[in-house]
């Protein structure tokens, strides 16, 4: 009989641990295709120890001798150690808490089981794992008294599994209702391992000595194996995730139906510069507060939002991509896909600025090839008629030298003298014109009344010639400029103000202190005055408004426009065209201090630019 009872034990004992250990290769089998998931790999180490611990209990339970038994329950404690170490990791990895999976931490979780498996090889000599161990011949099974080691281990394993029951409680209130199937569906394979392992501690046992935990344990293998072929409970949150998410460089964004942030990936937290703080189960109108461009496409169902996002100084642009998610047209929720395209805009905005410039290096080409093109039929026929006058007159001296004809002599040489100085003032202009926008000068501050005087000389034989008066003010303000320039500005102004002034020519010049720090310096003539029209057509190039009276070659205002607008100034006309003359002016940065210059003149408020 007593044998009957042995082979029955046997059979039935030894069987059942290792259809245990059989089900956790299984469930190991089943897990394999997940196992690049976090959770899934400590899962599989999980069951990895069950599958041992189950295998020594059968080989325990098979066994006839004593010492043969403590030696596999010795062996057992191979998976029994680690396996609440695993479970807690499994749990807590699922739970999204993987800050707290360190390595660091993972060793310190490792102390109590490596002293345990040392103390259970060694409990000869100290007794602190098992004081005594007794055995049923009739059941052939061994009971083992626990001692203070065993009890540090016993409360380590409850905690730990408490702990991993907690992780998975809070997780209901983490994740929307999807997810929370797979939560509620952990948190009832916990529950039984838990169940079996007070069985065996508290002796309410169907089968007293033997131990459910390990069958618990496979059990709740298997049923998250179910979850996940049934309920792809690791499809996107955790596995996609962990294989998908942390993957891209493109930030990631999980946003359920109610508008709680389910997940992103770590790449958001640098676009966003969120260092520290969490944002998952935070409303998505809260954490992109600062970007309403967002919240607006969001709550308007936009596919897509371009997004400017600056921190450190750093400018960055993003193209937004929203993706709604159904199931069984049910909207579960949006995906929102960060892609910098910071490189593509500023590359554009380049393209476009150089465009521009091409366009108007274009456009000044086109123009000046114009402005050529009329300046040669502009001056063409006045240059030839001069360089011919020159080239007639020199044919002819020889003859007059002869016949010692001085008055004829002296006529012609007026006349070469005449024409040399018309073609040598069409090369200045032209010269000038197309060497003012290429030049750099250094401005500097600029005596007027020097530049004035200068200007004056220049054109000294027009204004003897022309019988001109010309009022100057006491006091001239220091301007910002170049001098040479400037003089050529004068020397224009003052010509025009000769030849469509009256007869004899009286010109007033002066200068106006304008706010923001700059002066008009202005010349005004006695002539007839012009009207808006004419005022439209000065400032262009070979425009002269009276072509039969007047010589030139219409470049003098042009030239000035260009000379004071590189100067950084701007030039004009003021005139009512009812006989009152005309007011050339041009502005012109200052070159003293302001409060200097305010106790000399009046200043004026305005600040024109034609």
């Not at 059941?139 to 065993?150: E, L, P, Q, R, V």
């Not at 450190?312 to 949006?334: A, D, T």
């Amino acid at each position: 009989m007593t044998l009957l009872v042995m082979v029955y034990n046997f059979t039935i004992n030894s069987l059942i641990h290792i259809l245990t250990a059989l089900a956790a290769g299984l469930t190991i089998v089943l897990l394999w295709k997940f196992r690049k998931s976090t959770e899934v790999k400590y899962l599989i180490y999980l069951e990895v120890f069950v599958s041992i611990w189950a295998m020594s209990y059968a080989l325990e339970f098979a066994s006839p001798l004593l010492s043969s038994k403590i030696l596999w329950s010795k062996l057992s404690y191979l998976g029994i150690a680690f396996l609440p170490v695993y479970y807690f990791l499994f749990t807590t990895a699922f739970s999204q808490r993987k800050n707290i999976i360190t390595k660091r931490n993972i060793a310190l979780l490792l102390i109590i089981p490596i002293i345990t498996i040392v103390l259970i090889m060694t409990n000869e000599k100290h007794l602190l794992m098992w004081p005594s161990i007794t055995l049923d011949q009739q059941k052939n099974i061994a009971y083992y008294s626990h001692g203070a080691g065993f009890w540090v281990f016993y409360t380590f394993t409850e905690t730990l599994l408490i702990l991993g029951l907690y992780n998975l409680i809070k997780s209901l209130s983490n994740f929307n209702s999807y997810y929370k199937r797979h939560s509620g569906t952990l948190i009832a394979a916990t529950i039984i391992p838990i169940i079996g392992n007070l069985m065996y501690i508290t002796g309410i046992n169907p089968y007293p000595g033997f131990d459910w935990t390990p069958v618990s344990f496979v059990l709740t293998g298997l049923i998250v194996a179910l979850g996940i072929f049934r309920f792809r409970m690791f499809d996107i949150i955790p596995l996609a995730r962990t294989k998908l998410f942390e993957m891209l460089d493109d930030g990631f964004v999980v946003i359920n139906s109610d508008g709680l942030i389910e997940d992103c990936n770590s790449a958001m937290y640098g676009i966003f510069n969120w260092q520290k703080e969490s944002i998952i189960n935070k409303h998505f109108s809260k954490v992109f507060s600062s970007y309403t461009k967002l919240t607006e496409g969001l709550n308007a169902n936009l596919a897509s939002v371009q997004l400017e996002v600056t921190h450190e100084n750093k400018q960055n642009f993003y193209q937004i991509r929203i993706s709604p998610v159904y199931s069984e047209n049910k909207l579960y929720g949006y995906i929102l896909l960060f892609h910098d395209i910071t490189t593509i805009i500023k590359t554009d905005e380049e393209l476009k600025k150089t465009n521009r410039k091409l366009i108007s290096e274009i456009d000044k080409r086109e123009k000046l090839i114009e402005d050529l093109d009329a300046f040669a039929h502009t001056v063409a026929h006045d240059l030839r008629s001069s360089l011919s006058s020159i080239f007639s007159a020199t044919e002819i001296m020889e003859e007059i030298i002869k016949i010692n004809d001085k008055n004829l002599l002296c006529e012609l040489t007026n006349l070469i003298n005449h024409s040399a100085n018309k073609s040598i003032q069409i090369t200045h202009e032209l010269l000038l014109l197309a060497t003012t926008d290429k030049t750099q000068v250094e401005r500097k501050p600029v005596d007027m009344t020097v530049v004035f005087n200068e200007s004056k000389k220049q054109i000294s034989e027009l204004l003897k010639s022309s019988n001109a008066t010309i009022i100057e003010p006491e006091f001239w303000p220091q301007a910002f400029g170049y001098a040479p320039w400037i003089e050529e500005v004068w020397s224009n102004y003052i010509s025009n103000a000769i030849k469509y002034g009256g007869n004899p020519p009286e010109i007033k010049v002066g200068a106006d202190v304008l706010t923001g720090g700059f002066i008009k310096f202005w010349i005004k003539d006695n002539g007839k005055g012009l009207t808006n029209e004419e005022q439209n057509k000065l400032f262009r190039k070979f425009v002269r408004l009276n072509p039969q009276k007047v010589e030139g070659y219409g470049l003098g205002l042009t030239i000035v426009k260009k000379i004071i607008e590189k100067l950084e100034g701007s030039a004009g006309v003021e005139s009512n065209g009812n006989g009152d003359g005309s007011t050339f002016y041009f502005i012109l940065p200052s070159g003293q201090n302001k409060s200097n210059i305010l106790n000399k003149i009046n200043p004026k408020s305005e600040f024109v630019v034609n």
